[in-house]
């Protein structure tokens, strides 16, 4: 089974970008981490048929009144949490690894840091970034594969505009081969 993990995708519409559109089509199951920021945002992803999502902080009233701050669900005996804000730090992962453990679950998919992490170990945490807000990265989101009760995970990275911090970045690489 094929699992899409996204979060933040701060969409203003319920139009979902043709390039993620094209990746959320091939798999069986999307987990949204939260940050529709919208409820047509939220309305396009359910539309899909294939949605597992928790709210975020920028979600409002109505997206909260459907979604759950967190979700514990299982796929071919795996068993995946999901919520919105795990911890504050992606370079130290120490909160997310014990909410994992007090979640129970052997897969912990978290939002909010619009970074992307996958770090495996006796839990596997997964930060899918954003798709179309990223922070110090570039556009994406997770891929999971579950096969027999083992995971895998990959980075997909989007084409597309870069967050301000990355465009700044390689201006400075851009401006150094002139001189």
Same mark, same amino acid.
């Given at each position: 089974?094929?699992?899409?993990?996204?979060?933040?995708?701060?969409?203003?519409?319920?139009?979902?970008?043709?390039?993620?559109?094209?990746?959320?089509?091939?798999?069986?199951?999307?987990?949204?981490?939260?940050?529709?920021?919208?409820?047509?945002?939220?309305?396009?992803?359910?539309?899909?048929?294939?949605?597992?999502?928790?709210?975020?902080?920028?979600?409002?009233?109505?997206?909260?009144?459907?979604?759950?701050?967190?979700?514990?669900?299982?796929?071919? *005996? #795996?068993?995946?949490? %999901?919520?919105?804000? @795990?911890?504050? &730090?992606?370079?130290?992962? !120490?909160?997310?690894?014990? =909410?994992?453990?007090?979640?129970?679950?052997?897969?912990?998919?978290?939002?909010?840091?619009h970074r992307p992490l996958i770090e495996n170990g006796d839990v596997m945490l997964i930060c899918p970034g954003s798709p179309t807000k990223p922070r110090m990265s570039e556009p *994406? #989101?997770?891929?999971? %594969?579950?096969?027999? @009760?083992?995971? &895998?995970?990959?980075?997909? !990275?989007?084409?597309?505009? =870069?967050?301000?911090?990355?465009k700044f970045r390689d201006s400075l690489k851009d401006s150094e081969k002139e001189i």
């Amino acid at each position: 089974m094929k699992l899409i993990a996204l979060s933040d995708t701060h969409l203003k519409t319920g139009v979902i970008p043709e390039k993620l559109r094209t990746i959320l089509d091939d798999c069986d199951l999307i987990v949204h981490a939260g940050d529709f920021s919208t409820a047509a945002a939220y309305e396009a992803f359910a539309a899909t048929g294939k949605l597992k999502a928790v709210f975020g902080n920028t979600d409002g009233f109505e997206i909260r009144q459907k979604l759950p701050k967190r979700l514990k669900f299982e796929v071919e *005996g #795996v068993k995946i949490g %999901v919520v919105h804000e @795990g911890g504050l &730090s992606i370079t130290d992962t !120490t909160a997310q690894y014990y =909410l994992a453990k007090e979640m129970d679950v052997d897969v912990l998919i978290f939002g909010h840091l619009h970074r992307p992490l996958i770090e495996n170990g006796d839990v596997m945490l997964i930060c899918p970034g954003s798709p179309t807000k990223p922070r110090m990265s570039e556009p *994406g #989101v997770v891929e999971l %594969v579950i096969e027999n @009760g083992s995971v &895998s995970g990959r980075v997909i !990275t989007l084409e597309g505009d =870069l967050c301000g911090f990355m465009k700044f970045r390689d201006s400075l690489k851009d401006s150094e081969k002139e001189i």
